[in-house]
T-cell receptor, first 111, second 119 residues
Framework: SQTIHQWPATLVQPVGSPLSLECTVE??????LYWYRQAAGRGLQLLFY??????ISSEVPQNLSASRPQDRQFILSSKKLLLSDSGFYLC??????????FGQGTRLTVV | AQKVTQAQTEISVVEKEDVTLDCVYE???????LFWYKQPPSGELVFLIR??????QNEISGRYSWNFQKSTSSFNFTITASQVVDSAVYFC????????????????FGQGTILTVHP
């Protein structure tokens, strides 16, 4: 069966510091990968998606970037965090079906 | 562009009551998919169901049932005989179909409905 791992679970970072969140999927190959963000009290918004290694599409302009160095690894990064980057970040995957399957999420607080 | 509206921000019920969560969607595409996800306090989104736009059959799974009506662009979710474990945030979502399945996993979410079931 497929599993998705995302870490860290919780992160508190100062404004202006860098960010790296990592996500890996097991049990499948060549998945579509996604980063979603959930702001407090709101729905989820798609930030990035990737259909293959090195292929990244951005859905919204922002302070973040994504990379896919390996088939089942997806990384969300920032060079300098802003207060507005705080939120709950969820990695997800899909393969051959419309639904996405989500990781446990990372709660990021920028202080 | 697609839009999903969950007008109910919060619902509070007592255990064993039936509860319906509303979802209204907007899309100009003729082929699309609708989803419900559950987000318990732990935060992970749990996939519950997907319906295809060409299949308006309602579905029942245990205490859960879903009513899809294209005429009103609605995809409502009913929990029968609610339980405390049903307490969570429930999200309705939509995605459209692009050839080759390149849109799979690209979901537009509603704002979510917080359901609290009291003992």
């Amino acid at each position: 069966s497929q599993t998705i791992h995302q870490w860290p679970a919780t992160l508190v970072q100062p404004v202006g510091s860098p960010l790296s969140l990592e996500c890996t999927v097991e049990g499948t190959s060549n998945p579509n990968l996604y980063w979603y963000r959930q702001a407090a009290g709101r729905g989820l918004q798609l930030l990035f998606y990737s259909v293959g290694i090195g292929q990244i599409s951005s859905e919204v302009p922002q302070n973040l970037s994504a990379s896919r160095p390996q088939d089942r690894q997806f990384i969300l990064s920032s060079k300098k965090l802003l207060l507005s980057d705080s939120g709950f970040y969820l990695c997800a995957w899909s393969r051959g079906r419309p639904e996405a399957f989500f990781g446990q999420g990372t709660r990021l607080t920028v202080v | 562009a697609q839009k999903v509206t969950q007008a109910q921000t919060e619902i509070s019920v007592v255990e064993k009551e039936d509860v319906t969560l509303d979802c209204v969607y907007e899309t100009r595409d003729t082929t699309y998919y609708l989803f419900w996800y559950k987000q318990p306090p732990s935060g992970e989104l749990v996939f519950l169901i997907r319906r295809n736009s060409f299949d308006e059959q309602n579905e029942i799974s245990g205490r859960y049932s879903w009513n899809f009506q294209k005429s009103t662009s609605s995809f409502n979710f009913t929990i029968t005989a609610s339980q405390v474990v049903d307490s969570a945030v429930y999200f309705c979502a939509l995605s459209v179909f692009y050839a080759g399945g390149t849109s799979y996993g690209k979901l537009t979410f509603g704002q979510g409905t917080i359901l609290t079931v009291h003992p």
